[in-house]
């Protein structure tokens, strides 16, 4: 179909092209192409700041999609589509000239719906009337936003985490910033609250690889709950899902919140962080097809939904990854003190196999999580035995009664401080259980600094104080606690194996399978033990060898951990399995608050026995090598898993005999670093037996790097500058920092 060339005002109309779907601003004017295989005619409506409508005939058609170039036109131009065609409601056909329609693919979209019945293609009095209504609704939508594309990504670094490394952070980008107290008032709730450096920072040091927003795409505030003078928080009903929502902007929604959001991308990639984002696509009929660009990034599925069947945890294909919502209520059972629940905590604590082994998913496919927006805080299952949704303005009836709580003693807030430390206590013990187990662990944020959403478990509308982070009265200690714990995780390769436990021996003994469990008393736990409901008891042994290599070849080698796990209301002697006596259990961890209870750093004496209080936690551990290359190589490894380098401080004119102890690590050495006076320059990578030496000058002049085989340096021998023989070479060698 030939399309003539128009003018509307001071725009020229041209056919343009068909793709991509959006409208596409290429520095000189904007390609508009949406897709409708039942218009018979498409108008594209251009918006000035007035709310001036200006249309332009879309006349040009390439299979279903229609389009149109408009030269002059670009970023922050405000547009939408009327849709000429059939009005057939019963065939599901709903074209009605008299509503402005969004682009489902634009990229920005301003203002926001004011909602009334002109917004509707139907008329609300008979919505079975043969003819649309004919009220105009442009001056109550929203409107799409042609967007600037150009952003300089050159510099970017995706952090592409493996999966089983992977901790991720539950994030709300209003509820996270809003009255964070380091933000400046602007700032709080915005993307670039998110991108401060105060926010990033705080993510930095808190250990988590990923942060995974809630909704962030352009959505809708129902028109019951703006009725009702609430908003829809959690941002679960989206309308554009390219668009980033424009209310999270802080410059504006003419198109800059879409830069506001890529820099904040950018930042966290940066900072080591990956960007999980939840998307709502149950409500569309998208079916099982992945393309090349989603098949590349992190598939991660919430596996339910309203109505019969809606419940799919273990179901989803290979590549996916689930909220493993079992889980979620295996621990809150079983650290509530529920009878029969040990044998469903193992299973879980070890990846669930019984979900996704048999489909040829790996641990990986588990996210375990305690809590998540959907349902309490880490602080109010220790509070709440009911739910508090009274501000939801529902009597009640939202969301449900199965919380899996326990209050001990008193529901809500209490004075008694018996209370206060079991809770306490037991808020650290999901930590240490999330943390610990096989998959990947998912905590929602703010758990780690105690907030409550004051037994609300259904906070969807809660754009309040329920909701958002509450800085002022966060819990540094549990803060501090939360950091370690993620730290440990991250350190140690056992936590987050690849694949799945086998039950075999790795060393060769049948004492040091790569699991083992064991009953308080130290002995193997039986299957009648298994099958006996009173026990709330066991001990875990994790062995530190994990019969695999890492990328570089390497076999992956952990130290060994022994983790006593005590549900029972009260205290248990467990007698250590697995003793060693040159290499004795050493407590890591404890989540009692009792200070006689096995401090940190302690290495139980006498029977080997540890008392682990009531609802408490104890992890112990042991070194693989304490000493020699090995031992060294192990860090390394921990230290390149996180994406750093090591740098060791090499001491030649200090050392021993010679021997070859550096030469195993070869393969690590990318690059060498030498001192002048107090500063350090880098110089390219050597391989070994070719390292250059560094004269080190202790008045803080220049020094210079020599290789021992160069004529300058042997001149210098010979002439006496430089003494010959071991030791003198040492002295030569002086004081190094290699980069491994």
Same mark, same amino acid.
């Given at each position: ?12 109309? @041209?056919?343009?092209?068909? %793709? ?54 670009? *970023?922050?131009?405000?547009?939408? %589509?009327? =849709?000429? &065609? ?18 489902? !693919? ?39 936003? +042609? ?6 990504? /050159? ?17 709300? +980008? ?19 609250? $998110? ?20 909704? =962030?795409?352009?959505? +809708? ?14 941002? %679960? ?6 668009? *980033? ?19 904040? $991308? ?12 939840? =998307? ?33 945890? &273990?179901?989803?294909? +290979? ?20 009878? /029969? ?11 669930? /196999?019984?979900?996704?082994? !048999?489909?040829?998913?790996? *641990? ?5 999580? =305690? ?10 299952? $220790? ?47 999901? @930590?240490?259980?999330?943390? @610990? ?18 037994? !609300? ?33 991250r350190d140690h390769p056992v936590f987050h194996r690849r694949g799945w436990y086998q039950g075999r021996s790795i060393r060769g003994s049948p004492a040091l399978d790569d699991i083992g469990w064991f009953r308080p008393d130290g002995s193997g736990m039986t299957g009648e033990d298994w099958q006996k409901g009173y026990i709330k008891m066991v001990q875990i042994f994790l062995n530190g060898d994990l019969g695999y290599v890492d990328r570089r070849g390497e076999p992956v080698r952990d130290d060994d951990f022994l983790l006593l796990f005590n549900a029972h209301h009260e205290d248990t002697f467990f007698r250590l399995a697995l003793l060693d006596e040159k290499h004795p259990w050493e407590i890591v961890l404890n989540t009692s608050t009792r200070i006689e209870n096995g401090k940190e750093g302690e290495k139980p004496s006498g029977p080997a026995s540890v008392k682990a209080e009531g609802r408490s936690v104890v992890v112990l551990t042991r070194p693989c090598n304490p000493c020699g290359p090995t031992g060294l190589k192990t860090l390394v490894n921990a230290i390149h898993r996180q994406g750093m380098s090591a740098i060791l401080d090499v001491v030649y004119n ?29 110089? *390219? ?39 010959? &023989? ?11 920092? @290699?980069?491994?």
């Open positions: 179909m030939a399309t003539a060339v128009a003018r509307v005002g001071m725009v020229k109309a @041209l056919p343009g092209i068909p %793709y991509p779907l959006d409208a596409a601003f290429d520095g000189s004017g904007t390609n508009f192409a949406v897709f409708s295989e039942v218009a018979e005619r498409i108008e594209l409506c251009l918006f000035d700041d007035d709310g001036k409508e200006t249309r332009v005939n879309m006349g040009e058609r390439d299979g279903h999609n229609w389009h149109v170039y408009l030269t002059g036109v670009g *970023p922050g131009q405000q547009y939408g %589509y009327r =849709v000429h &065609g059939p009005w057939d409601p019963k065939r599901g056909i709903r074209c009605c000239p008299n509503k402005l329609l969004l682009d489902p !693919n634009c990229k920005a979209v301003s203002g926001a719906i004011q909602w009334s019945d002109a917004v509707f293609p139907y008329r609300t009095d008979k919505p079975d009337a043969a003819a649309c209504s004919s009220s105009d609704d442009a001056r109550l939508m929203m409107k799409c936003v +042609v967007s600037n594309p150009y952003f300089d990504w /050159s510099n970017e670094h995706h952090p592409r985490t493996p999966l089983e490394d992977t901790i991720i952070y539950e994030l709300h +980008v209003r509820g996270f910033t809003k009255l964070h107290p380091a933000l400046p008032p602007e700032l709080r709730g915005t993307y670039a609250g $998110v991108a401060h450096p105060a926010v990033i920072d705080y993510l930095k040091a808190l250990g988590i690889t990923a942060v995974e927003l809630m909704p =962030v795409h352009q959505f +809708v505030h129902d028109r019951m709950l703006i009725d009702k003078g609430l908003r829809n928080y959690w941002g %679960y009903n989206s309308i554009c899902y390219f668009a *980033p929502h424009n209310e999270y902007s802080s410059t504006g929604d003419r198109g800059q919140q879409v830069q506001e959001f890529k820099e904040m $991308v950018y930042n966290l990639h940066e900072a080591g962080i990956e960007i999980i984002l939840d =998307v709502v696509y149950n409500h569309t009929a998208e079916g099982n097809h992945q393309d090349p660009v989603i098949s590349q990034v992190k598939l991660i599925a919430e596996p339910w939904d309203a109505g019969e069947g809606g419940y799919q945890v &273990g179901r989803f294909p +290979v590549n996916w990854s689930e909220w493993n919502g079992i889980y979620r209520d295996t621990m809150r059972d079983f650290w509530r003190g529920q009878d /029969s629940t040990l044998g469903a905590f193992a299973g879980k604590f070890t990846g669930s /196999s019984d979900l996704y082994e !048999n489909t040829g998913r790996k *641990p990986r496919a588990s996210i375990n999580f =305690v809590t998540a927006h959907d349902g309490f805080s880490l602080h109010d299952p $220790v509070t709440y035995e009911q739910k508090h949704n009274e501000a939801n303005l529902e009597d009640g009836k939202d969301a449900t009664d199965d919380n899996r709580s326990c209050n001990y003693g008193v529901e809500g807030k209490t004075d008694d401080p018996a209370i206060n430390d079991l809770r306490a206590r037991q808020v650290r013990n999901f @930590l240490t259980t999330l943390l @610990l187990s096989q998959g990947v662990p998912m905590i929602y944020g703010g758990d780690e600094i105690g907030r409550t959403k004051r037994g !609300n478990n259904n906070a969807y509308c809660q754009d309040n104080e329920i909701s958002w982070y509450d800085w002022e009265h966060a819990d540094r200690g549990l803060l501090e606690f939360a950091i370690k714990l993620i730290h440990l995780r200090h050392m021993g005999p010679e021997g070859s102890y550096l030469r195993d690590f070869g393969p690590y050495f990318t690059g060498r670093y030498r001192r002048h006076g107090n500063t350090k320059k880098r110089t *390219p990578g050597l391989p070994m037996g070719r390292i250059g030496h560094a004269s080190h000058n202790r008045g803080g002049g220049k020094s210079e790097i020599r290789n021992p085989k160069s004529e300058t340096n042997q001149n210098d021998q010979k002439s006496g500058k430089i003494p010959n &023989g071991p030791s003198a070479q040492r002295q030569r060698l002086g004081h190094w920092n @290699l980069v491994l």
